[in-house]
Structures are given as C-alpha cells and as structure tokens.
Nanobody, 119 residues
C-alpha cells in the first residue's frame, strides 16, 4: 500500500509560481510512474503531467507545456510539480498519483492540494 501526501498549494497572483510536492509512504517509490492531475470546480479531473520511474521521460498536457515541470527525487520518495506563469484557469485541486509497473491505470492517489490563481 502506498500513501501519497501532497503539499505546496496556495493562493498566488497570475504570473506567479508555485511548487507542489508529493511524498510517498510505503511501497517502492522508484518503481512507480508518477503523475499529476487536477480538478477545477464543476469540471472533470484532467491529466497534467507524468514522469517515468527513473525521471528520464516526462509528458505534459498541452495546456501546461512550457510552464510546468515535473521532476522526482527517488532518494526522497518525492515527486514535484514546478508551476510557472500561472493563469487563473490553472485554479484547481491538484492530485498526485502513482502507477505500478505494468499496471493499466494509476493505483494510488493523494488527497489533493488546492491551487488558486487570482487575476
């Protein structure tokens, strides 16, 4: 069983930056693909970014490409999401998720952290 705990959310003005962290407890963190998702009020949850177990491969949603950077530190069992040039439309609850090797979907989810971008 893996527990994921996000932190780093908050209120920021448009154009500002935030860095989200997600620490994993239990399991073998370095064997999991990690992802970030978000859900805005009244909308479905959407994919934001993902990173391979080694950190060597990343993938982003078009809406955040060039502004957000996903990274991980396997020694600290932590995945990060650096968010720059934030826009009001980035306002959402952000979730991290872990997908085990060979699994078709993400197996574990964090509780989420709120990001609010004011205009």
């Amino acid at each position: 069983q893996v527990q994921l705990v996000e932190s780093g959310g908050g209120l920021v003005q448009a154009g500002g930056s935030l860095r989200l962290s997600c620490e994993a407890f239990g399991g073998t963190f370095s064997s999991y693909r990690m992802g970030w998702f978000r859900q805005a009020p009244g909308k479905e949850r959407e994919f934001v970014a993902r990173i391979s177990w080694s950190g060597g491969s990343t993938y982003y949603a078009d809406s955040v490409k060039g502004r957000f950077t996903i990274s991980r530190d396997n020694a600290k069992n932590t995945v990060y999401l650096q968010m720059n040039s934030l826009k009001p439309e980035d306002t959402a609850v952000y979730y991290c998720a872990a997908q085990c090797n060979g699994c078709p979907t993400y197996n574990y989810w964090g509780q989420g952290t709120q990001v609010t971008v004011s205009s």
